[in-house]
C-alpha cells in the first residue's frame, strides 16, 4: 500500500479553514446566471458568459443575493473567554 494517487481518484487537497459552500448556478427571469461559489462569492453573469457583477460574502448587498440561493447571513461564532457572569463556584 502507497500514498500515492492510484491514478482513479483526483489527488486530495486539504481542507480550508472557513465556511465552504456548495457551487450552484440559477437562471434569471431577464436572462443571465447567478453563480455561488464554494468561497461565498456570488457572480452575475449575462448571456454571453461575462461576469457583470460580483458580490462576496463581507459586501453589504451580498445577503439580498445570497437569500435566492436559501442562504443567510450569521455572525461568527467567538468563543468566550474567561469566567461566565453570574454563575456560582463548583462545589467541594
Same mark, same amino acid.
Given at each position: 500500500?502507497?500514498? #500515492?494517487?492510484?491514478?482513479? #481518484?483526483?489527488?486530495?487537497?486539504?481542507?480550508?479553514?472557513?465556511?465552504?459552500?456548495?457551487?450552484? =448556478?440559477? #437562471?434569471?427571469?431577464?436572462? =443571465?446566471?447567478? %453563480?455561488?461559489?464554494?468561497?461565498?462569492?456570488? +457572480?452575475?453573469?449575462?448571456?454571453?458568459?461575462?461576469?457583470?457583477?460580483?458580490? $462576496?460574502?463581507? +459586501?453589504? #448587498?451580498?445577503?439580498? @443575493?445570497?437569500?435566492?440561493? =436559501?442562504?443567510?447571513? @450569521?455572525?461568527? $461564532? %467567538? $468563543?468566550? @473567554? =474567561?469566567? %461566565? @457572569?453570574?454563575?456560582?463556584?463548583?462545589?467541594?
Amino acid at each position: 500500500m502507497t500514498d #500515492e494517487p492510484s491514478g482513479r #481518484e483526483p489527488p486530495r487537497t486539504p481542507a480550508t479553514r472557513g465556511r465552504r459552500f456548495k457551487p450552484r =448556478g440559477l #437562471e434569471l427571469a431577464d436572462g =443571465g446566471r447567478l %453563480v455561488l461559489g464554494a468561497d461565498g462569492s456570488i +457572480d452575475r453573469i449575462d448571456d454571453h458568459g461575462s461576469k457583470m457583477h460580483r458580490w $462576496t460574502p463581507g +459586501d453589504p #448587498e451580498w445577503p439580498d @443575493q445570497a437569500i435566492r440561493f =436559501g442562504l443567510h447571513p @450569521q455572525a461568527p $461564532t %467567538v $468563543t468566550p @473567554q =474567561g469566567p %461566565v @457572569q453570574g454563575t456560582k463556584p463548583p462545589r467541594r
